[in-house]
């Protein structure tokens, strides 16, 4: 099975670069230099026969500069996953596509996929967007909702509170928005394991799930745990004390347990997989 994996230099992609190499599928990785999925010569250079699966790991994920420059965001997470969709539904190669926790609208308890979709920001709302898109054009899909994504590679919390640590010796962190960290190593690894056991016809349980690692937690006390062997105060502050440019939802904690049953694979819990990706920084 061939499968193009498109923004191959971000996170997720380098993620994904990694399970490759233990997997039994055939991967091409592109980065946006090589192949930008919002432009539409991009795809004049790819063979369709060649391929047998999109993977979409592009996006613009700065969640605050969304607020202020919509049509960048427009472009990448709304056009850009509307070109691949058309692409696919072209030449009958099925999607797969990430999305967001910040898709949904509030929440008190685990966020089920048939939560309602209410996005608190920009970045979700195009996200939203480009979901709508690649549902409309018919495409067989998978759009897998994810949260607080972090690994060893490129921006992310536990970096970013690794490098905090280092500069100072007191960090400040909101102690009233709870989510699901979700170690992208995970979610990279469980669409290989999809992909190998589908048949050759690729029959898939097509849709929307939510994929996250189980537990929940605050950012407070996430920083706490990644910080645990550093000398380094981290202190817990209300949401009003570190004002962003975008709204981030006060509750945010994703229920996997759709993937979970759809595809027989278990998902760690947020302790475990945290451990593992401490052990590569
Ligand atoms: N990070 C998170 O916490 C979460 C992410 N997600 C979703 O998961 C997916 C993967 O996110 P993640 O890996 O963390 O994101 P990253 O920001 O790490 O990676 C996104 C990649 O997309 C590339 N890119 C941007 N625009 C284009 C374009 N027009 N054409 C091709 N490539 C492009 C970027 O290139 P460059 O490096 O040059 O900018 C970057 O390499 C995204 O869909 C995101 O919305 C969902 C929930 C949480
Ligand atoms: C760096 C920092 C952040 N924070 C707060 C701000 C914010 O509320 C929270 C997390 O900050 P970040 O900027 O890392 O988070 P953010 O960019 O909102 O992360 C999101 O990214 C997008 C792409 C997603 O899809 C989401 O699931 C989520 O992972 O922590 C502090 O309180 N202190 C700090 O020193």
């Given at each position: 099975?061939?499968?193009?994996?498109?923004?191959?230099?971000?996170?997720?992609?380098?993620?994904?670069?990694?399970?490759?190499?233990?997997?039994?599928?055939?991967?091409?990785?592109?980065?946006?230099?090589?192949?930008?999925?919002?432009?539409?010569?991009?795809?004049?250079?790819?063979?369709?026969?060649?391929?047998?699966?999109?993977?979409?790991?592009?996006?613009?994920?700065?969640?605050?500069?969304?607020?202020?420059?919509?049509?960048?965001?427009?472009?990448?997470?709304?056009?850009?996953?509307?070109?691949?969709?058309?692409?696919?539904?072209?030449?009958?190669?099925?999607?797969i596509?990430f999305?967001?926790d910040?898709?949904?609208?509030?929440?008190?308890?685990p966020i089920s996929e048939d939560q309602?979709?209410?996005?608190?920001?920009?970045?979700?709302?195009?996200?939203?967007?480009?979901?709508?898109?690649?549902?409309?054009?018919?495409?067989?899909?998978l759009i897998i909702r994810t949260s607080?994504?972090?690994?060893?590679?490129?921006?992310?919390?536990?970096?970013?509170?690794?490098?905090?640590?280092?500069?100072?010796?007191?960090?400040?962190?909101?102690?009233?928005?709870?989510?699901s960290p979700t170690y992208?190593q995970d979610l990279a690894r469980a669409v290989d394991q999809i992909l190998r056991s589908a048949?050759?016809?690729?029959?898939l349980p097509w849709g929307i799930y939510n994929f996250a690692n189980h537990g929940a937690?605050?950012?407070?006390?996430?920083?706490?745990?990644?910080?645990?062997?550093?000398?380094?105060?981290?202190?817990?502050?209300?949401?009003?004390?570190?004002?962003?440019?975008?709204?981030?939802?006060?509750?945010?904690v994703l229920d996997p347990s759709k993937f979970e049953h759809a595809f027989g694979i278990d998902i760690p819990q947020w302790?475990e997989s945290?451990?593992?990706?401490?052990?590569?920084?």
């Amino acid at each position: 099975m061939n499968i193009a994996v498109f923004g191959a230099n971000g996170q997720l992609g380098r993620c994904f670069r990694d399970v490759s190499r233990e997997s039994t599928l055939c991967y091409t990785f592109y980065n946006r230099d090589q192949f930008d999925i919002s432009d539409p010569f991009s795809f004049t250079e790819l063979n369709p026969p060649d391929i047998d699966v999109l993977i979409n790991c592009a996006a613009y994920t700065a969640v605050d500069q969304a607020e202020e420059d919509r049509s960048t965001a427009d472009r990448i997470n709304v056009t850009g996953a509307k070109m691949l969709a058309d692409f696919g539904v072209l030449h009958n190669i099925p999607l797969i596509h990430f999305s967001t926790d910040y898709v949904y609208g509030k929440a008190s308890e685990p966020i089920s996929e048939d939560q309602e979709i209410d996005p608190v920001n920009y970045y979700g709302q195009s996200k939203w967007n480009g979901e709508e898109e690649i549902r409309k054009s018919g495409v067989s899909h998978l759009i897998i909702r994810t949260s607080w994504l972090y690994s060893e590679y490129g921006h992310n919390f536990v970096k970013t509170m690794l490098r905090l640590a280092i500069q100072h010796d007191k960090i400040k962190v909101v102690h009233d928005q709870t989510g699901s960290p979700t170690y992208a190593q995970d979610l990279a690894r469980a669409v290989d394991q999809i992909l190998r056991s589908a048949d050759d016809d690729l029959e898939l349980p097509w849709g929307i799930y939510n994929f996250a690692n189980h537990g929940a937690i605050t950012w407070h006390r996430f920083a706490v745990e990644i910080l645990k062997d550093k000398a380094v105060l981290v202190k817990p502050i209300p949401t009003s004390d570190y004002p962003t440019l975008a709204v981030r939802p006060a509750y945010s904690v994703l229920d996997p347990s759709k993937f979970e049953h759809a595809f027989g694979i278990d998902i760690p819990q947020w302790q475990e997989s945290l451990e593992r990706c401490m052990e590569k920084i």
